[in-house]
Structure formats: C-alpha cells, structure tokens
C-alpha cells in the first residue's frame, strides 16, 4: 500500500466551523435572551456596541463578498494567462526536442557522405562530385543555423528545483485523474519529500508522455488495472531521484529494451517517439531513463539529480 500525501497543518475546516459556530452565538444571543436565563439586564453600552456590529457586519460582508469575486476573476484571468504561457513553452520544447531528434538522425550520415566524396577511391565526374559537395555543404550550414536558434532554455533554467511531492499532486488532480477514473485505474503515491532539479513545464512533458503510455497499455487489460509511482533517494550516493512508474499492463517489447528510448520503435498506435523524446529531455538535466519488464509489467524508471527537502 502505497503512501498518500499529508500535512501536519490544523484542517482546512477547522476555521470554517470556529467562525459558523461563532455567528450563531451572536445572532441567537442578545438581551432578551441573557435577562430570560440569567435575570439581569444587559448594560447600555453592551445593546449599543450590539447594535454598531449589526450595521458593521452585513456592509462588512457585503465588502468581503465583492473582494472574493474580484479575487477569482483576477485568478481565473491569471490562471488563463499561466495557461497560455505553458501551452507555448511546451510547444516550444516539443519543437525544440524534435528539432535536435532530427539533427542528431541526419548528422552521421552526412558526415558518412562527406567521407565517402573525400576518398580516394570514389571517382565521380567534377559535375556531380561539385553538386554534391555543395548541397552536402548546404545541409550542414542549415544545420548549424537550427542549432544557433534560440529556444526554450534561453528563457528558463532546466535544472530549476521543483518540490516532487506536491507538483505530483497537483498534475494528478489537474490533468490525469479524470483519465484514471474512466478506465478504472486504481493508483498508490510513494513519494518522499524531495526537492528534484528539473523545471515544471519538462516534468510535465515527462508525466504526460509516462502517464499516457501507462493508461494506453492498461486500457487493453480487462482484469485488476494497477499503477504505482515510487519517488525516493538512489543510493549510495543519494545525489539522484529515483521515479520508477509501474503498470500492471503488458511489459516492453524486447526491441524497445534494447533500444533504451534512444531511437523511435513504430507500432500499430503510433510513430513511437514519445519515450524517445523523454530521454532528450531528461538528458538536458543530466539525466537518465531506463525501460524495463517487472514480472511481465512495464517499469520506468527515471534518474533526476535532486535531494531531500
């Protein structure tokens, strides 16, 4: 059984109550109320501080009313604004990861090419050997021209500490549960407090990539559907963070054990570059991912530097 999240704070209804059980005092007590139990009158001065807080009170709440839905106006208009802001940081992840899958595809074989013209021993006509030479020669310029563009981590720091215990929380309760609840997934948190050295908007591209793969292969499972998410210190040096997510679903094939997510594996629901871009990702902030089968279940495990609260 997996740990849950907790505080050690006093309830969240605990105020609310205090402050309900307080405004039923004042408006069930008054001096009619204390002469008919007590036999003594209640003194001027009381009746007319009653009587002020009567007046004050209603325009008082009347305020506090008109500052609340202020209030969630200016949150709801924030929270659209943070909203869009993330849709762009993460469109510019995505492109920019693609961006780098794709330059890191093509780079050995032009280097390959180029080598090939270099040799001695290839003998092509000047016309042909100069054409390709100098598209060869134009694809590696363009190349370094989209290595030379600016991206998303010239506006943000990749290793930015985030608080795990509770980005988790809120990225379950915002974005996955709904999915979990429709397909029935039963799922356990054991998360120590740790503070992990990734920049929210990545580990949401990691979860989301993780947590879709996860419910994609529990989908096709007609019994008991299971997911844990396990977060803790690595030994022996724990300088890293250790997130494993394990589903109940079918484990890896054996081509993408082999392949570690350093390469696309296409199947029938996809191209297959998800995890692939995970491990570019994670290689951003030194670190690391490692697919494997656990009983016959899918286990990914993520290496993030980090350490503990």
Avoid at 145 to 170: A, C, H, M, N
Wanted: charged share 25%.
């Amino acid at each position: 059984m997996g740990k849950y999240f907790s505080t050690k704070t006093r309830p969240s209804w605990l105020s609310p109550i205090l402050g309900g059980i307080g405004g039923i005092i004042y408006a069930t007590v008054d001096e009619a109320l204390i002469k008919r139990l007590f036999g003594v009158a209640t003194p001027a001065s009381i009746v007319f501080a009653h009587d002020i807080f009567d007046f004050v009170l209603p325009v008082l709440f009347g305020i506090l009313v008109g500052l609340a839905i202020n209030t969630i106006y200016r949150q709801a208009q924030l929270n659209q604004k943070l909203s869009f802001q993330n849709a762009k940081l993460q469109r510019d992840l995505l492109v920019n990861t693609l961006t780098s899958l794709f330059l890191h595809e093509i780079r050995n074989p032009i280097h390959n090419i180029t080598a090939a013209l270099e040799d001695t021993r290839v003998s092509l006509p000047d016309e042909i050997a100069e054409m390709l030479n100098r598209n060869l020669k134009r694809l590696e310029e363009t190349s370094q021209q989209y290595r030379k563009w600016g991206s998303l981590f010239d506006q943000i720091d990749p290793k930015e500490k985030t608080e795990l215990r509770s980005w988790v929380k809120e990225f379950i309760e915002n974005k996955v549960r709904s999915r979990l609840r429709e397909l029935e997934i039963e799922y356990f948190l054991d998360i120590d407090p740790l503070q992990i050295n990734m920049h929210p908007v990545l580990l949401d591209q990691c979860f989301t990539t993780l947590l879709a793969n996860a419910c994609e292969a529990l989908a096709k499972e007609p019994r008991e559907r299971q997911l844990r998410l396990i977060a803790h210190l690595q030994p022996p040096l724990y300088k890293n963070i250790e997130i494993k997510i394990i589903n109940q679903g079918q484990g890896f094939s054996e081509e993408a054990l082999k392949k570690q997510a350093q390469s696309p594996i296409q199947s029938k629901t996809g191209l297959g570059i998800g995890l692939t871009l995970l491990r570019k990702i994670l290689e951003l902030v030194e670190g690391e991912v490692i697919l494997s089968n656990f009983i016959g279940h899918a286990e990914v495990s993520l290496i993030v530097p980090g350490e503990a609260e």
